[in-house]
């Protein structure tokens, strides 16, 4: 193994590029000439499902990977030989416990000092969940069909079963006048089913008004809420009519309900319990008809217990509850999100895309989406405007999408070792500030090291905070 000149490192540090290429989630493997394997990296052995050491003898590659183009002409090893590179070569192999696993090949040469072909290194993806997405896009057309009664309500989409129970119920929510707490993570669309509701009840042709809760002072708040008479404070000029009483006969939507004050909701309960308000700086009860709609991405029974919510306006509120799920728990919408998407903003910026590619699926696929769907639509829309053909590529995304696909290992097939070590060390030195000591603990390696690969693939860090 200390013979090999490996094209991503020198030959002195080869345990350093072990320890890199063991936190790369591709499967890496080295042979020889004569088919011994002589290198198998952490994510090949879970690949293969091999558990054992390297024996002394080693392994022959095609036993070890079984390889439907093993014992033909397109043996990655013999094209090496015929000076043949091998790129995103899709084929199968036969794991040890029997399993047929789809994957992915590139190759590049082993050379040694004196540029001999000694070898040949092998990268090798699973591309079974990314076949699995593919093919489950190419039924979105079939699905769309199907929206009208199963997986959607009101231009909003969902197939995973916790949507499907929230469509199902929503048509009666609507035609009902109860006050409703819609609650779930930031960007998940509480507006979204809240205007829906509102759109598809008997109020729908009156206004549907929207407060925003999270950023208001109380004062602020309750003259948005319930609007003012002349003379109530200063600058209080004239009278004026609040949110509350424009909504008159409609539906009032209170986004981010939890930070209204203890105040203010005393307020709230007595128009959902009296249909009653005063304006701020009035003794004079009015009356008012709106359905009053909550959303909150925090737990009110938590805040109850903690004295910041009032229990009473609690149940009062929630007497219809609905709860989103984030989009991580909800992947399997996320190729009918994205053909959503895809519609709308062909309309909006009169294109013509039609599909994701297979590692810009993969990406999006293996997101967590802290933003939720409205992240996703955010990212859908980067994508767009970067894209000038039919394909959405991976390089259209943006490029905190990217980095964390190759930090977390699928996201774009790597040409060959030389760009994953590459991709390896950039995202340490961003993780950590680009303070050299902390990437090059992160990654297992010395300082020295670090600093000598950094110069090696001119990883630019002038305009950096760089700590030596």
Known sequence: MSSMDLPLISLSHFRDAEIILDCISDGVMTIDLEKRVTFLNRAMRTLLGFTGELPSQFFVCDVLVQSTICDTNDCVLERAIRGERVSHLETSIRRQDGQIIPV?????????????????????RDISSSRQLSAKLVEVSELKHRLADQVNFDNMVGECRGMREIF?????????????????????????????????????????????????????????????????????HADKIGQVERANHGTIF????????????????????????????????????????????????????MGTFREDLFYRIRVLPIDLPPLRKRMEDLPLLVHHCIGKFNDKMNKAVQQLSAECLEALLLYEYPGNIRELQNIIEHA???????????????????????LHGDGRSADNLKSLEREAIFQALSQTGWRCTEAAKKLGIGRSTLWRKMKQYEIDNKSKDVSL
């Open 168 to 236: 199902t119920k929503l048509p009666a929510i609507a035609a009902s006048d109860t006050s409703t707490l819609i609650t779930g993570e930031s960007g998940t669309g509480k507006e979204l089913i809240a205007y829906a509701l509102h759109a598809n009840s008997l109020r729908k042709s009156a206004p549907f008004v929207v407060i925003d809760c999270s950023t208001s002072e109380e004062q602020v708040l309750e003259d948005a809420l319930f609007g003012h008479v002349k003379g109530a404070f200063l600058g209080a």
């Open 384 to 406: 767009f405007v970067c894209c000038d053909g039919a394909v959405i590529r991976f390089d259209h995304l943006p490029i905190e999408i990217q980095r964390y696909s190759l």
């Open 104 to 124: 992915s090949i590139n190759t590049d040469f082993l050379k040694d000092q004196d540029g001999q072909l000694i070898g040949l290194v092998e990268v090798i």
């Open 254 to 305: 209170l986004d981010e309900v939890a930070n209204i004050s203890l105040t203010t909701q005393v307020k709230v309960l007595r128009i959902l319990e009296k249909g009653e308000f005063e304006r701020v700086g009035s003794g004079e009860l009015q009356k008012v008809d709106v359905r009053i709609i909550g959303a909150t991405k925090q737990d009110l029974s938590v805040a109850v217990k």
